[in-house]
């Protein structure tokens, strides 16, 4: 893949919250010197896009899932928690990719028209909004992709409920403002399934170590201590972490 797509992939998705934030009125054609509410702006932003990076993509599901793994394995810290947040990373990487590229083919004609202008310019900012603007259907349609019926339509629901009068009549349920919450609820609810999938054959060998040392008189031996060797092994024998990591993939669309 062209590397200038992949840079932009991974630069979008650190951008897609701090969007709102850069809305200015003035002439998109004139340089000026920021204002101090644009670089505020700009500045919280720029202190959401972990929260982006980690909510909106496959990340959320992706660690949970394997933090979820590692507790079900007994082992507390191996892998540590910055192996499982980088492999978090890299495959949140390997799927969003498709995405990416399709954000970036969407948009490569507002960001070959697009002219040099300092950063926290008022012409900076209202760029950044049409390039988000050209690409954000790809990235909604992931999201919706990903999103269960029933989470979109109850936010939807509760929407119509709280937000003013002004608003409600543009609603729609698949604007991001209903796509967001609703798939990371989805994300949050599918990253438990796997997680009960995952504990109940580490649930059965130690209920099985636990029964046969007690039968056996041997109750001031940890069962944990006999446990962790056998699922280690089980892990080992089955290559979990291939098929875990391969089945975690797959499920997103």
């Given amino acids: 893949m062209n590397i200038k797509k992949l840079t932009f992939f ?43 990076v980690m909510l909106l993509t496959s990340f959320v599901k992706i660690i949970i899932v394997l933090s979820l793994f590692r507790n079900a394995l007994g082992v507390q810290q191996t892998p540590p928690n910055q192996v499982l947040n980088g492999l978090a990373l890299l495959l949140t990487i390997y799927v969003m990719f498709p995405t990416g590229v399709a954000m970036y083919d969407a948009s490569k004609d507002v960001i070959a028209k697009a002219t040099p202008a300092p950063m926290f310019s008022n012409q900076s900012a209202l760029q950044v909004i049409e390039i988000i603007d050209a690409s954000k259907l790809p990235f909604k349609n992931f999201l919706q992709r990903n999103t269960l019926t029933k989470h979109i339509r109850s936010f939807y629901q509760i929407a119509y409920k709280i937000f ?44 099985v170590t636990s029964n046969i040392l007690l039968a056996m008189g041997m109750m001031m031996l940890s069962p944990l201590t006999i446990a962790l060797p056998i699922k280690l092994l089980l892990l080992v024998m089955i290559d979990g972490w291939t098929l875990l990591v391969q089945g975690l993939v797959l499920t997103f669309k």
């Fill in 164 to 207: 003013p009068e002004p608003y409600k009549s543009e609603l729609k349920p698949n604007d991001l403002i209903i796509l967001m919450p609703s798939f990371i609820t989805t994300q949050l609810k599918s990253a438990f399934e796997i997680g009960v999938l995952i504990y109940l054959p580490f649930f059965v060998i130690d209920l």
């Fill in 10 to 52: 991974i630069s979008f998705f650190l951008i897609i919250i701090a969007s709102t934030a850069f809305a200015q009125t003035s002439d998109p054609t004139l340089v000026t010197q920021p204002s101090l509410v644009t670089k505020l702006a700009v500045l919280a932003g720029l202190a959401m896009l972990p929260f982006a």
